[in-house]
């Protein structure tokens, strides 16, 4: 196939040495910084890119700010609203289309449109590096082993059901706060300790580590003044996060946002996941 690829970072990177195996022809743009991209060939401008190729390839997630294109492999900007203008009749794969992406798609280009981070097996397996990245965050930034810490996990979708299951692996103690009286079954179930939203309160004084993965904030100025001053917070959630991050610096408590952990801590294999789905479109 003759497949375009836009900008992106280090699981772009792997997924076009992947491509490349498979004997596609690459075309690049906004990669040149890319040390390891050798074969492919780059082009000077975003039309040239996409003219020979049927399918176009950009960065997942798309752009940060719903304006600029992820892309930490070039000098250039690469605008969104400049992407969609060029490209007519394409097959498009990125990630995270957002409501004010979407006022930069023309109906009349004709494009097909996959967002791949709405597709639940890749968002499934993206919660492994997930949870990877946070225990290393953990490991290399506090003064404490895991091991028999008392750890929260807010939230027990995808990433808490898998970082819950390493965390007892390590020998922590694990909590996992939930809404529904299924979640709690469930946390149960696995022989986790569960903790209803509701009576939040009155445990969260209690822990060394605190994982968020719910996309609010649930760790606002009450919640905070009540965690122990030692503790560890790391917000796993997407935009706009779960922790006040403001009002924790001034309480002195030590947080970290982790945002897009597959793409830094594991890119080769994030780069796997997001070919099998590709090869299966």
């Known amino acids: 196939m003759n497949i375009s690829v836009i900008g992106g970072d280090s699981r772009i990177v792997e997924l076009v040495r992947l491509l490349e195996e498979d004997k596609n022809n690459v075309f690049l743009f906004g990669l040149e910084n890319?040390?390891?991209?050798?074969?492919?060939?780059?082009?000077?401008?975003?039309?040239?890119?996409?003219?020979?190729?049927?399918?176009?390839?950009?960065?997942?997630?798309?752009s940060k700010d719903g304006k600029i294109i992820n892309s930490v492999f070039t000098d250039e900007t690469i605008l969104v609203e400049d992407f969609f203008e060029n490209v007519k009749g394409k097959k498009i794969i990125t990630g995270n289309i957002t409501e004010e992406i979407k006022k930069y798609i023309k109906k009349e280009n004709n494009n097909e449109i996959i967002d791949i981070l709405k597709m639940e097996n890749l968002t499934i397996l993206n919660a492994i590096p997930t949870a990877e990245g946070a225990i290393q965050i953990a490991m290399e930034k506090s003064l404490i082993t895991l091991h028999n810490s008392k750890c929260l996990i807010l939230g027990f979708g995808r990433i808490g059901k898998i970082l819950a299951k390493m965390l007892s692996g390590i020998g922590a103690k694990v909590y996992c706060e939930a809404r529904k009286q299924q979640d709690i079954a469930w946390i149960q179930s696995y022989g986790y300790n569960a903790i209803y939203l509701d009576e939040l309160n009155n445990h969260i004084g209690e822990f060394d580590f605190i994982f968020n993965t719910i996309p609010y904030i649930i760790l606002d100025k009450n919640n905070l003044n009540m965690v122990k001053k030692d503790c560890f917070i790391i917000d796993l959630a997407s935009k706009p996060g779960g922790v006040d991050f403001e009002y924790a610096k001034e309480l002195g408590l030590q947080t970290e946002w982790a945002l897009a952990l597959p793409g830094k801590v594991a890119p080769k294999t994030s780069a796997y996941y997001i070919y099998d789905i590709i090869k299966g479109l």
């Open 34 to 62: 890319a040390e390891k991209l050798v074969s492919s060939r780059h082009v000077k401008n975003i039309q040239e890119c996409m003219k020979e190729s049927d399918l176009i390839i950009t960065s997942i997630p798309i």
